[in-house]
């Protein structure tokens, strides 16, 4: 029905502009002077006929099912029912009222099906009354202006004008869902588990909290020692940091290469081969690093007599480290092309050497920039899910050798949030934390590089 | 030499050793490059081809408890694994119950269906013997392409010695063949190694992929061109402006978060989905567009705008109709690199229940379905040894669409992007 309402709107919004186009020609063959172009009076006599009612169509569905449950459920409000039986009993009676409900019939449930059906037949023909009269009644509206000949340009364009301002909106309602879908979630965390346990304990081991039957009184002594966020934290910065051993040699100096040294011809086939690296996707990098890397390195060890983990940070951090030289080598390049060629002339004008240039003035000139691009690329890092979760292991151990294994926030998120999850849990609920302090995190860190490349990049403008 | 001389040197060393370090360090990147794709491509290519065995079979007509004369239904509804059995115990009449049994698992499980369909094909078969290609069984494939080494004890390795005396003897017979792998794009995915294909991911992966582009391209473009030509400079558009760009390097698990949490739990739409996938990854790909189009449009001069103001036209039309077509290519490229990291994007499908197990091909962004980097993960967790090959053929699958997503991207630019001078 909502289908055939939908389209029944559509329709009439295509119709409405050729109707509305030949209206404008008609006047026009009157000797009148046409306030706009014929296709506005279209547009215009289109809009006011779909809109309106497309909005309240909208609403009309999103806010019908509530009122109908409320209205559905006032019989039993003077029986003392809990929030979730009450909620039992609707889904019952749904079910019922649509036919595929199996468990025991009462005259209560009949009664509500009963109820139920008739308040949806009631709502579906009101529905399309209103919705038909607001198309009637706007397009009358419309029809009655055009014909006035009013102006119908402006509108048309201050409504185009609010579409656009409304898409712009989409960013912020992104992140607006992002905190509000961490907030809610973290928060119910908090009140289980104490924020001090949490940024403070020392071990991470949610699977301890695993209840085999929920209705069970919760052991608030099971949550000790199991949601202490400090390995994760001293792993994700570990293997951020061997990311960064790998990534900020090479890919400065390649950066420094790339503009500084290399003819026009290495350039033009060496960066784009570079920037490869940049769009293989991590889930790849992740297998390489598990299969390749992860064995290669432990065969190593064992010859150089070593305990080497199989699945180590090493790996993890190495790999990643090769995923995030791109960044940093095509950021620091741009950077440092940047550089004004009078600092350049004026050090080699002192007998200065190319790489005595670099080293002593160029660097120092782009080292805002570049500290932005390495930020940037610590924030990838720290995000990064699948080399950690395929290439490094998925128990959090507190260790700072490189030849374990350790596990990451993001790597936990996975781990904890693959396959079925029970929303309620604390342990659903600390992946959710997790998130929250990833956000927090890497959020703070990018703000800061723009900031600081924005402020660089204004400085030699 | 003097003093200075010997400076001088010291400082034309380092000089080169400066510049060595930067060869060295694109040298590295590029020996990585490389190393990875040979290790890929070695791996993966096999995976392409399938073993077949050339078995006789007898349609017995007792075997099958068919009448004198079968109907074409008839043969359709009969139980061929029986036939199947025995076809497979006639490659040796001497084995014994253990023998036979393993005789059996060298092919794949669907060996009778194989056989049935056989016949089907050519119903004249019925009471004759005919030599029909069987699927070989994962362990006997990897035996041929040479992945499993034979000379290690018995028990250590997944082939039977028998198996592997009846193997030779089909090899010397020339009764071994390799095919191309067409089950590999038309299946879905299989716990049986020999059957797993790519078909499911790759439909899933084009199914959330459209939902993406539908959802993103739109808000995007229409969102660029208010903030770039009609935005007034305020704090609310500034505000706007520092929320894209630090949506743009939010980590991607984020968004399965926010799929998660807003999507499934709160409008309850169904798990495991392309259509929750290109929500959740259109959501991420949004700012990615916003900054292409929005440098795009940057790009067209401001001649053209004011030429078509000065013709009369408004604010409105000169935007749609000069400013916004010209900066189309621009955008559009960026629009197609944004899909393509979008494609690669697994954590966030991860989150919303991508990772099911999903053994037939959807129809519809609203059937359950995996996703080709999903599909790698999966497979890259099995521990048998034919899902490796496996996973390398997909990832090369992947990154073909890649490759021509970005190829696309830079036909789109250079073929009809305006060149400003």
């Excluded at chain 2, 074409?72 to 006639?90: G, N, P, R, V």
């Excluded at chain 2, 979008?342 to 962004?365: C, D, H, K, Q, Y």
Aim: hydrophobic share 50%.
């Amino acid at each position: 029905m909502n289908l055939i309402i939908f389209t029944t709107i559509l329709l009439l919004g295509f119709t409405t502009y050729y109707f509305g186009r030949k209206k404008a020609l008609l006047i026009q063959n009157t000797n009148t002077r046409l306030t706009a172009l014929p296709k506005f009076y279209g547009y215009y006599l289109a809009i006011w006929c779909s809109i309106p009612a497309f909005i309240i169509f909208a609403l009309w569905s999103i806010f019908e099912p509530t009122i109908v449950k409320l209205l559905v459920l006032t019989d039993y409000s003077n029986q003392g029912y809990q929030s979730d039986e009450l909620n039992l009993i609707y889904e019952k009676t749904k079910s019922l009222a649509r036919g595929f409900y199996s468990g025991e019939v009462t005259v209560f449930l009949e009664d509500s099906a009963a109820k139920y059906q008739n308040l949806k037949s009631i709502a579906i023909n009101s529905k399309v009354v209103v919705v038909l009269s607001i198309i009637i009644a706007s397009t009358l509206f419309a029809y009655k202006k055009i014909s006035n000949n009013t102006r119908t340009r402006e509108p048309v364009e201050k409504f185009l004008n609010a579409i656009l301002f409304t898409s712009s909106l989409a960013a912020i309602l992104t992140t607006l869902g992002i905190v509000f879908s961490l907030i809610f979630e973290t928060i119910r965390f908090f009140s289980v588990i104490p924020v001090f346990d949490f940024i403070f304990g020392t071990h991470w081991y949610p699977a301890k909290t695993f209840v085999r039957d929920a209705s069970a009184e919760i052991d608030p002594e099971m949550y000790k020692d199991a949601f202490g966020s400090v390995p994760l934290f001293a792993g994700t910065f570990f293997i951020a940091f061997i990311a960064m051993c790998v990534a900020i040699p090479i890919g400065l100096l390649s950066g420094i290469y790339l503009s500084e040294y290399a003819s026009k011809n290495v350039r033009k086939y060496a960066k784009p081969l570079i920037e490869i690296l940049a769009g293989i996707p991590t889930v790849v990098y992740g297998f390489f690093a598990a299969l390749t890397v992860g064995p290669f390195l432990r065969e190593i060890g064992i010859n150089l007599g070593l305990e080497v983990s199989s699945e180590s940070a090493l790996a993890a951090g190495g790999v990643m480290g090769i995923m995030i030289i791109p960044f940093i080598s095509s950021l620091s390049d741009d950077v440092i092309t940047s550089v004004p060629q009078s600092l350049r002339d004026g050090s080699y004008a002192m007998g200065a050497t190319k790489s005595e240039t670099i080293k002593k003035v160029i660097f120092p000139a782009a080292l805002p920039g570049i500290v932005g691009s390495i930020l940037l690329g610590v924030s990838r890092a720290i995000g990064e899910t699948m080399i950690v979760v395929m290439a490094s292991g998925l128990a959090a151990n507190l260790t700072f050798n490189p030849l374990e294994s350790t596990s990451t926030i993001t790597a936990q998120i996975v781990v904890i949030l693959i396959g079925d999850q029970q929303f309620g849990d604390p342990k659903t609920q600390a992946a959710f934390a997790l998130g929250m302090t990833l956000f927090l995190v890497t959020l703070c860190l990018n703000v800061f590089a723009l900031k600081i490349v924005k402020t660089y990049r204004e400085k030699y403008d | 030499m003097t003093k200075k001389e010997i400076l001088l040197k010291k400082r034309y060393n380092s000089e080169k050793r400066f510049k060595l370090y930067g060869q060295f360090a694109i040298g590295f990147a590029l020996l990585f490059l490389f190393i990875f794709l040979f290790k890929i491509f070695s791996t993966g290519f096999t995976a392409f081809q399938k073993t077949l065995l050339k078995v006789d079979v007898t349609y017995d007509k007792e075997l099958l408890y068919l009448d004198e004369n079968p109907t074409l239904e008839d043969l359709k509804d009969a139980d061929y694994y029986e036939l199947a059995l025995k076809s497979m115990a006639d490659l040796d009449p001497n084995a014994t119950e253990e023998q036979q049994n393993q005789l059996k698992r060298m092919v794949s499980y669907i060996f009778d269906t194989e056989i049935k369909n056989h016949l089907l094909k050519n119903p004249d078969l019925l009471g004759q013997t005919s030599s029909v290609l069987l699927t070989a069984s994962d362990d006997l494939d990897q035996v041929y392409k040479g992945n499993f080494p034979r000379d290690i004890p018995e028990k250590q390795r997944r082939v039977s010695d028998y198996q592997l005396k009846i193997y030779d003897q089909l090899v010397d017979d020339g009764k071994v063949i390799s095919n191309f792998n067409f089950s590999f794009f038309t299946r879905a995915d299989s716990r049986e190694a020999e059957l797993a294909g790519i078909a499911s991911a790759v439909v899933g992966s084009f199914f959330t992929i459209l939902v993406c582009l539908v959802i993103s391209f739109p808000v995007a473009v229409l969102a660029a061109i208010y903030l770039e030509e009609f935005a007034p400079k305020n704090r609310i558009t500034d505000f706007i402006e520092v929320n894209i760009n630090n949506l743009a390097a939010v980590p991607s698990i984020v968004f399965g978060l926010l799929g998660l949490g807003v999507l499934l739990a709160i409008f309850h739409l169904p798990r495991s989905t392309s259509l929750v996938g290109g929500i959740t990854l259109s959501l991420m790909t949004l700012p990615t567009i916003i900054i292409a189009a929005r440098a795009s449009l940057k790009a067209v001069p401001p001649s053209i705008r004011e030429a078509a103001l000065a013709m009369g036209a408004s604010k409105m039309q000169t935007t749609m109709h000069h400013t916004v077509p010209l900066s189309m290519p621009g955008t559009l490229s960026g629009t197609i690199i944004g899909l393509a990291q979008a494609l690669g994007e697994t954590a966030p499908l991860i989150l919303i229940g991508m990772v099911a197990f999903i053994n037939t091909i959807p129809m519809s962004p609203m059937d359950p379905s995996a996703s080709l980097p999903v599909q790698v993960y999966l497979w890259a967790e099995s521990a048998e040894r034919g899902f490796v090959e496996k996973v390398s053929a997909c990832i090369m699958v992947l990154l073909g669409f890649l490759i021509l997503m970005n190829l696309l991207a830079q036909i789109v630019r250079h073929k009809f992007e305006t060149k400003w001078s």
